[in-house]
């Protein structure tokens, strides 16, 4: 190619790749007659650019991509080799690429040539939109079975692409992707690509690339890789069909009978096998049979994604993993460095769950310490820290520092994500770590890595006491020198907090004071913050002295928020009161909510002549704040497969659905007039959850009206439910009016699940109403059509029974933090009430605290929840009461006692605001 | 054929032969793909798929080779015949002469295209089709209703046709032959 050989020249380089240069070249294109090699040297050009990340505007690429169209006319197959490759990487941002469909079908019909066959399809995948992919489903279907491999492979590649857009065409492929599996390679030699590069693609998703012509022989059997690709795909869905899939390509206990010949492939099904195995413990013993055989096959690549897989496994037998480990063993003493690397790496997230058995291999893993692939010897040493005992942390923690330079941030923070986890394990050791990290800390290195060691030395702080003082001037020295806002920020809380407790609290004051001087504006304000905190906390009244005239030297401060912070901490020392509710208070406003209201409350312009009234917002320890926005610790995800950390995603914790609901209810136009939502349920399941038809219930309460939401799932995938509706009876006297039901019109498994209100009138809203409901789930049913997707005409009326709805006292509850001993004596001139109740049922007390907390739906506060004796305890509990009138907090303390002839004697007291919330929390536990 | 026929052609296109290149363009259905077809293959078919984007033919008549860029006549094709008519010898626009009701969109697409300054000074060669059917315009209709008498700058011919009876190709040939360089 003539620019390759222009390279070298750096700046010769820049201008002959420039793009301007490029698109003012393109008149090439319409010479006449055209030359291929100028033509061709020019679209290289374009492509090249494409790759190292320049874009194209929409008009620069559509001039482009139309000036290449006019090459079709010239028949040299390399330029129209070259041709099709623009055209794939343009097709992304030029317009009205669908002019060239014609010209590339042309070139894809079977009297073509076999040279432009495979190019063109892989081209028109781009190019047509996902309406016209029946039309050339002929084409396709022929193609993919085709006898040449990369005819084939570009058809199943292209179906791969096209799936997301035109699933229901492409799945009819399906028979053909089974053959293409099968297909006996004509020229088949063996001799399977196993070499070692074929580590590039090992970030998870080596299946969907497909840029180029892939000039592979055939003997590779690369087909087989990409027919498994869209076999899946197609069938992911339908965990049966993969599971037999699996089966039957995974060729029998032994692995021996499989048509796979491609180790790709064999990766893949691996891959496919152990999301199945996640999915469905059932048939862990086939697959791990399956597994077991591929540790033994002839490939590398096959064995190390079987051993892989099941060293990742949970539950996995201690003798199948000692196998995989033995497989990974070999690896380590292998000439290659790919095969090295990726064992390593896998002993090294496997030594995270079962370092007793990667122990076992620690001989070998000792050899590579001195690895000349420091990536092979940062894994290496990891694996070590977690495997090894307290003797060899010294030794090891040397070998490190000596190549720490050499390394990567990537691996610097692994290397300091395992000295945090082995500071926990062995806290003896903390003065060689903690040497270790503050010599690391002062080395050069990005934000990622300051802040995982800044976070390491967080955590000694934390758990070994007796090397806090030492952390702690390790950090001020850091700050004294610091880029990143953020950490200085961080370590200066850190001081404010911790500082105070130290034995001299006055020597963190220079380097605090420092930042007042030199740093920016939020360093500023957060050190005004912690030099606070010293003269808050301390008795010395001297250092309260010399806090006040620092601080006073702060209110001169250019910047707002530094000045008013100062001001605000100087008025706290004046009256030492108000620094119990401002800088001493445990408890916190629970953010979402907070978010949510306030944003109600600034939309709402009626509401402007009132205050903001934060009493109703439940409110939060700081423990709990702080564990709801802690990242996943590190050392626990050290190396592991990010999809294993998508998988782990919490559940939406209670306060952010609440958020969600509150929105829903907002986009409902027959609930816009029950103004705010005090308050809804967690979901209660009123089916089993195998059912054809699955129902689950949240309580919405509002001033003066219930609103029970069902979510319908209609699971059935040919019948479409219409007039969805439940219907409520009320079981006993429940003081509730039925307003109306919001049916669903129509619901399919596709579009579920779908919502179902009904509304209730409370009659007297001052009361709390209560009772339990029949509910039953009404709807006429629809068979669909498969041929057209229409439902059918006639349906017919059905209906479902659903168990019972109840609605009591934690409906009108929502859980808040207090300190409970400050508010219990505050709420002492409130109501009150005490009874005691004989739960002669309850077995333990651990049964009554949970039926409790579950009946009142209050916030048990400080672990009171978990009962330390089996005979005598005391369960703290406190929410808010939401009510017409406003919300009121009310606290309740459970005094109870367990002998095994009475079962559980409950001596009940309740203090609230309202009267009305102290009956309602007695009656809850009466009735 | 015989090895000296090829090269007496080869010298013969060295010293007499001439080039065009040709854009065909017009509303869809209205006979350019099968254009193309008879002139290059002399094959008239009833059945021609729609043609999707673009076709381009090498067609070599007597000493005259001819570069033909076949275009898609559908509406959402319209918006790039220019880009493929820019630069190229002649611009054959084809109309159905006997589907009279579409007579006012061609003749608004056949402005549109006229009107780029890209296009200026292009010979244009407009083609009635399907002129062996009954009911069809004549010429001098087509001239009215195409308002080509008002297209100003370049050389226009307007001649009836048709691709199945093959009728007045041969005048067609004749023009594009001496359109040619």
């Known amino acids: 190619m003539a620019f390759a050989s222009k390279k070298d020249d750096e700046g010769l380089s820049a201008y002959y790749n420039n793009k301007t240069t490029v698109i003012q070249e393109a008149r090439v294109f319409n010479d006449s007659p055209i030359s291929p090699r100028k033509c061709r040297a020019l679209l290289t050009r374009v492509v090249h650019l494409l790759y190292i990340g320049e874009s194209f505007s929409t008009q620069e690429a559509t001039t482009l991509f139309f000036g290449t169209t006019k090459l079709f006319q010239h028949k040299d197959s390399a330029l129209r080799q070259m041709v099709y490759l623009a055209i794939k990487e343009l097709a992304g941002t030029a317009e009205d690429v669908i002019m060239v469909t014609s010209s590339i079908m042309k070139d894809m019909q079977p009297n073509s040539e076999v040279i432009y066959r495979p190019n063109s399809i892989r081209a028109l995948c781009r190019i047509i939109d996902p309406s016209m992919a029946q039309g050339v489903e002929r084409f396709f279907k022929a193609a993919i079975v085709d006898k040449t491999p990369s005819i084939s492979s570009a058809a199943l590649v292209s179906s791969y692409h096209l799936f997301p857009n035109a699933k229901d065409v492409v799945k009819r492929w399906a028979n053909e992707a089974q053959e293409a599996v099968n297909a006996k390679s004509s020229t088949s030699l063996f001799g399977s690509s196993t070499g070692g590069g074929y580590l590039s693609g090992w970030g998870g998703s080596a299946g969907q690339q497909s840029s180029g012509y892939q000039a592979v022989p055939s003997a590779s059997y690369i087909t087989q890789y990409h027919a498994l690709g869209l076999l899946y795909l197609i069938r992911q869905q339908d965990r049966m069909a993969v599971t037999k899939m699996i089966q039957q390509l995974g060729g029998g206990k032994t692995g021996a009978g499989t048509t796979l010949k491609n180790p790709m492939a064999l990766c893949m099904l691996i891959r496919y096998a152990a999301k199945v195995l996640e999915e469905d413990p059932n048939v862990q013993k086939q697959m791990l049979d399956l597994l077991d055989g591929w540790l033994k096959h002839k490939s590398d690549m096959v064995n190390l994604e079987a051993a892989r897989v099941i060293c990742e496994m949970k539950n996995v037998p201690t003798f199948q993993l000692m196998r995989a480990i033995g497989v990974l063993q070999l690896f380590l003493s292998s000439p290659k460095a790919t095969l090295r690397f990726a064992a390593t790496r896998t002993l090294a997230a496997l030594a995270v769950t079962h370092p007793s058995n990667v122990a076992s291999v620690n001989v070998d893993l000792e050899n590579l310490i001195s690895d000349s692939n420091r990536s092979v010897a940062t894994y290496a040493i990891t694996t070590l820290l977690k495997t090894g005992n307290e003797a060899s942390v010294d030794r090891l923690m040397k070998q490190i520092s000596g190549f720490m330079n050499d390394i990567s941030d990537e691996f610097k923070v692994i290397v300091v994500d395992a000295i945090r986890s082995l500071c926990l394990k062995f806290p003896d050791k903390h003065v060689s770590m903690l040497s270790f990290l503050s010599g690391v800390l002062r080395d050069e290195g990005g934000y990622d890595f300051k802040r995982a060691v800044v976070e390491a030395i967080f955590e000694m702080v934390k758990y070994i006491s007796a090397c806090r003082e030492q952390a702690l001037s390790h950090l001020c020295e850091f700050i004294e020198d610091c880029e990143f806002t953020k950490l200085s920020v961080r370590i200066l809380h850190l001081l404010g907090i911790e500082g105070p407790k130290a034995p001299q609290p006055t020597k963190y004051i220079r380097f605090i004071y420092n930042r007042v001087v030199l740093e920016n504006a939020t360093v500023r304000a957060a050190a005004v913050g912690s030099l606070a905190k010293f003269g808050l906390n301390s008795n010395d009244a001297g250092l309260k002295k010399s806090i006040d005239t620092l601080l006073n030297r702060c209110l001169d401060d250019v910047d707002d928020e530094v000045r008013d912070r100062a001001a605000m901490y100087l008025r706290l020392f004046r009256e030492s009161f108000l620094a119990d509710t401002y800088v001493k208070e445990e408890s916190v406003f629970s953010l979402d909510a907070l978010e949510s209201k306030l944003v109600s409350y600034v939309n709402d312009p009626s509401a402007s002549i009132v205050p903001f009234d934060a009493s109703s917002i439940p409110k939060i320890s700081r423990a709990q704040a702080a564990a709801e926005v802690a990242r996943p610790s590190s050392l626990e995800t050290v190396g592991v497969p990010a999809k294993k950390e998508a998988a782990a995603t919490p559940q939406l914790s209670a306060v952010e659905a609440q958020s969600a609901y509150i929105q829903q209810l907002k986009e409902v136009p027959e609930l816009a007039t029950y103004g705010e939502v005090l308050g809804s349920s967690k979901p209660a399941q009123l089916t089993e959850s195998e059912t054809e038809y699955q129902v689950s219930c949240v309580k919405h309460t509002f001033a003066e009206h219930i609103v029970f939401q069902f979510n319908v799932s209609n699971t059935i995938p040919d019948t479409v439910l219409e007039q969805v509706a439940v219907v409520m009876q009320p079981l006993t006297e429940s003081n509730l009016t039925e307003d109306f039901i919001i049916p669903l019109p129509s619901l399919s498994s596709t579009t579920s699940p779908g919502i179902v209100y009904v509304s209730f009138t409370r009659d007297s809203p001052e009361e709390y109403a209560s009772g339990s409901f029949q509910c039953v789930l009404k709807f006429i049913s629809k068979e669909v059509d498969p041929a057209t997707g229409e439902p059918e005409e006639d349906g017919y009326e059905d209906e479902y029974q659903l168990e019972e709805v109840e609605l009591g006292a934690g409906d009108y509850i929502i859980p808040t933090y207090v300190t409970f001993s400050s508010e219990w004596d505050r709420l002492r001139g409130g109501a009150s009430a005490t009874e005691t109740f004989s739960l002669s049922a309850m077995e333990s007390l651990k049964a009554a605290c949970d039926s409790i907390i579950e009946i009142l739906n209050m916030q048990a506060l400080g672990g009171t929840e978990d009962p330390s004796s089996t005979s005598v305890h005391t369960l703290q509990l406190a929410g808010l009461v939401v009510g017409a009138g406003g919300a009121g907090k009310a606290l309740v303390r459970c005094r109870m006692t367990y002998s095994k002839a009475q079962g559980v004697t409950l001596e009940l007291s309740v203090r609230a605001e309202k009267e009305e919330a102290c009956s309602l929390v007695v009656s809850a536990i009466g009735g | ?181």
């Not at chain 2, 293959?41 to 570069?67: I, M, Y």
């Open chain 2, 1 to 181: 054929m015989p090895w000296y026929t090829s090269l007496f052609q080869w010298f013969s296109g060295l010293f007499f032969s001439k080039t065009a290149d040709i854009s065909i363009v017009g509303l869809q259905a209205s006979g350019k793909t099968s254009f193309v077809n008879v002139i290059g293959s002399g094959q008239w078919s009833e059945e021609v798929v729609p043609t999707v984007g673009f076709n381009v033919r090498n067609v070599r008549k007597g000493n005259v080779t001819l570069k033909i860029w076949d275009i898609a006549g559908q509406p959402k094709f319209r918006s790039t015949w220019e880009r493929y008519c820019s630069g190229v010898d002649v611009i054959i626009f084809i109309v159905d002469s006997h589907d009279k009701e579409k007579f006012d969109a061609a003749q608004f697409e056949l402005h549109q295209l006229l009107s780029h300054q890209t296009l200026a000074a292009v010979p244009l060669l407009v083609l009635g089709n399907k002129n062996d059917l009954e009911d069809h315009a004549s010429v001098n209709e087509l001239i009215k209703a195409l308002e080509l008498d008002k297209i100003r700058n370049r050389a226009v011919s307007c001649y009836s046709c048709s691709m199945k009876s093959q009728h007045n190709l041969d005048i067609v040939l004749q023009w594009l032959t001496k359109h040619s360089h």
